[in-house]
């Protein structure tokens, strides 16, 4: 499961589509967690698409990630900042990949 804290075991490495990615980085096996208030962490993340399926708000979009071991392409927190912390996609994701922090 994703780490609840990931914010003070990881640093931000880099930006992705406006929201940080939480290393570390070593493309194309080590993806790292995208987002910060949606926090998906990408090297755990299978693809279900539940988590697309079920957001009330369209909060994640597919990325394609070719040759990560997990999946090729991975739901990504694109639109973070609109998210209402219904946890939804925090109780549907069967791998626990997601975390959201409200507050
Ligand atoms: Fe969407 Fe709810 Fe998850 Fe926020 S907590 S990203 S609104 S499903
Ligand atoms: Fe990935 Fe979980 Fe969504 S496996 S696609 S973060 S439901
Ligand atoms: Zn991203």
């Not at 962490?41 to 979009?61: K, M, Q, S």
């Not at 991975?74 to 946890?87: G, L, R, V």
Request: glycine residues 6%; charged residues 30%.
């Amino acid at each position: 499961a994703i780490d609840p804290e990931f914010e003070d075991n990881r640093e931000v490495v880099e930006e992705h589509d406006g929201h940080d990615v939480w290393g570390p980085v070593e493309e194309p096996e080590t993806l790292g967690i995208h987002g910060t208030h949606v926090a998906v962490d990408f090297d755990i993340c299978i693809a279900d698409g539940a988590c697309l399926e079920d957001c009330p708000v369209d909060v994640f979009e597919w990325v394609d990630t070719p040759d990560h071991p997990e999946s090729e392409i991975k739901a990504d927190p694109a639109h973070e900042d609109q998210c209402i912390d219904c946890m939804l996609c925090v109780d549907v994701c069967p791998v626990d990949a997601i975390d959201v922090d409200p507050g």
